[in-house]
């Protein structure tokens, strides 16, 4: 079902520098080892100020996921977060000296090959998931999201958009560290060009451009070549797993979207952290859950709280 049974983190320290999407600034990520289970936790170099990634402390959900504390912004930390969740590497110190992570190529695949390339270490003891027992949905209109029982974690996406170019996509897949490198890390964000001015009159996508982004007119894509044939649901499920991590532990369910979104991924994963009968806890390799109220969590490490 799984890779490994230990928690992971990295062997050793990684630092990749860019510029952020929205804000076109430069800004730099070290992400380093942990020595006891903690989850993934940022780090405000400047200021000291620290952000579990956890669904209670989201705030804008505008194109990106933002974490938000004191006053402090984390911005489009989903496509980093995609690519520690998809390689199963659960607990890392993320350090950042500005309020953006860099876009790279707008894939989680610069994440990949670096995190790949250090590779990882086991921590103490045993992982734990977050195993779904009944169907948890949110609804908005004309989208939805659920995530029901599975013995691992299955995604299955569906996207509709009125644009030539894009239609109607879907997908469906059991998530390895293998199939998350071969089959979603390297799909692109992307965006309609009738819609680039009214980003950026608002501030938004100001790094943009077709070097970290798939940028569709009417007749098609506007880059060389697409990656793949259905990059685009493909890159909603790259956020997805990302979004995810803002459960605080891996997840054992059938994740099902249509026409969904970061703001729907995180309701969902609110929803869930809310309804404490629907989901448990599992040890890796556990012939049977055990029940989360008398639990904790690894020690000083709990999933995020729902907000009210």
């Keep these: 079902m799984t890779r490994s049974r230990q928690p992971q983190t990295l062997r050793q320290p990684i630092t990749i520098q860019g510029r952020g999407l929205h804000g076109n600034r430069p800004c730099q990520v070290t992400i380093r080892p942990v020595e006891q289970p903690t989850g993934l936790r940022f780090l405000h170099g ?31 930390v989903e496509h980093l977060l995609s690519a520690l969740m998809g390689l199963e590497i659960e607990h890392a110190l993320i350090e950042v000296d500005s309020e953006e992570l860099p876009i790279l190529d707008g894939s989680a695949t610069p994440w990949v ?27 908005a209109p004309n989208k939805w999201i659920r995530v029901s029982p599975h013995s691992g974690l299955r995604l299955r996406y569906t996207i509709d958009f009125d644009h030539p170019a894009i239609g109607r996509q879907s997908r469906e897949l059991s998530l390895t560290p293998e199939k998350y490198r071969r089959e979603l890390a390297s ?6 060009d009738k819609d680039i001015e009214y980003m950026r009159s608002k501030g938004l996508a100001l790094g943009g451009s077709l070097e970290n982004a798939v940028v569709f007119s009417a007749q098609g894509p506007l880059n060389e070549t697409l990656r793949f044939e259905d990059e685009a649901v493909r890159h909603k ?72």
């Design 237 to 308: 499920m790259l956020d997805l797993v990302g979004d995810l991590a803002l459960l605080g532990a891996p997840l054992l369910g059938l994740v099902e979207a249509h026409a969904a979104g970061h703001a729907l991924h995180v309701a969902l994963a609110k929803a869930l952290l809310a309804d404490t009968d629907a989901w448990t806890w599992q040890d890796a390799d556990a012939a049977s859950p055990r029940r989360h109220a008398p639990l904790p969590m690894h020690a000083g490490f709990n999933p995020a709280p729902a907000l009210a």
């Design 46 to 76: 400047p200021t000291g100020i620290e952000i579990p990634a956890k669904a209670d402390l989201v705030g804008d959900l505008s194109l990106a996921t933002t974490l938000v504390k004191d006053g402090l912004r984390f911005g489009t």
């Design 113 to 139: 090959e670096a995190l790949s390339q250090v590779g990882t270490q086991s921590l103490p003891g045993l992982r734990r998931f977050i195993k779904v027992l009944r169907p948890v949905e949110v609804k």
């Design 187 to 192: 799909a692109r964000t992307f965006c309609m």
